[in-house]
């Protein structure tokens, strides 16, 4: 054999072996499907770091592809049975787009409960999780759940104040709690998913939103809206709870080390650290609104108080609902009140 020959034989075998431990190197492939956009402060700020720690942590066996905008098909609603199914892998969505599925989560959206500190908010779901919640999430295996910063109030073109205003608006929801606040305030609430805002609202089928202010940037919506408008200390009218979460079948079918590079990226320090991403996004959202000239309403604290005492009733109506389930909604609110408190900085 001559040299030329050798030197052939070992590129071809190093390659061969480059090939093979790029091939082990990426063991596990993961597809993470979303409704937002690529650019959307979900994806860069919160799912890529996390998906990159989750790779560093296996040692790079583990890859997650990001598949953003629904790109995977089917509409945000579907994500929840996307995943139970095993059609992808993990998802995350809005647990309100499933209404009914997640009823003790839930006792984190109502207003009272959550007033404005999503960090402590996160923290006390995490505190609760495997005592209270996880047995809701059947068919999944939650990796983190969350808050954004609350439901504020964007509104076309009506400066509101009171919860008189809201008479006659056709408001856009993203829960069923969040029509109860609404109906509360003596509006008509319409259910919408977030990619499809815009268009409502061009279209003139609603006349204004819940939704928090890190929304703004990729929704644009400082084209469409006026008036941004949240309560004293950031106070907001309930909030909106998400998840992170895997099939459970793929889950228990990772090995330990697997399973523990995913769970190492998603502790309770990490839940708390999306609370800090989504106030940072919502503070931004809300500059580039100012920055385009709309009008941002900080209510008073007596006006704030108004709309507290307005929808003081929409705890009530969800432990009455929850109780048909057997659970003790009642209980389930203090215990969340408390904990939020505890985990207060």
Known sequence: MNRRTILAALAGTVAAIGFAGAAVAQEFTFKLHHLLGAKAPAQT????????????????????????????????????????????DIIWTVNGYTPGLFPRTEVMELPGVYLNDLKATNLAMYDMFESDLKQEYTGLEVMWLHVHAGQAIMSVDKEIRTPADFEGLKVRIPSRTGAWVIEALGGS????????????????????????????????????????????????????????????ARWDG????????????????????????????????????????????????????????????????????????????????????????????
């Open 45 to 88: 700020k919160m799912l890529e770091p996390w998906a990159k720690q989750v790779e560093e942590n296996s040692g790079g066996r583990v890859k997650i592809e990001i598949y953003p905008a629904m790109t995977l098909g089917g509409r945000p609603p579907e994500l929840v049975q996307q995943a139970r199914d095993g059609v992808v």
């Open 254 to 345: 990772l090995p330990a080390d697997i399973q523990k590079a995913f769970k190492d990226a998603s502790g309770r320090d990490w839940w708390g650290q999306v609370g800090d991403i989504w106030r940072g996004g919502d503070d931004f959202g809300i500059k580039m609104a100012t920055d385009a000239g709309k009008t941002h309403v900080v209510l008073s604290e007596a006006e704030t108080q108004a709309f507290i005492d307005a929808l003081s009733g929409v705890q009530d109506r969800w432990i009455e609902e929850v109780a048909a389930k057997d659970i003790d909604g009642a209980a389930l609110v203090q215990k969340a009140k408390d904990l939020i408190a505890a985990n207060a900085e």
């Open 189 to 248: 609430p319409l259910a919408t998913p977030v990619p499809e805002v815009p268009a409502a609202l061009s279209k003139k089928v609603i006349d204004a939103t819940l939704l928090p202010w890190e929304i703004i940037p990729p929704l644009k919506l400082q084209n469409q809206i006026g008036y941004f408008i949240e309560g004293n200390d950031n106070t907001r009218f309930g909030t909106t709870t998400f998840q992170v979460s895997m099939n459970k």
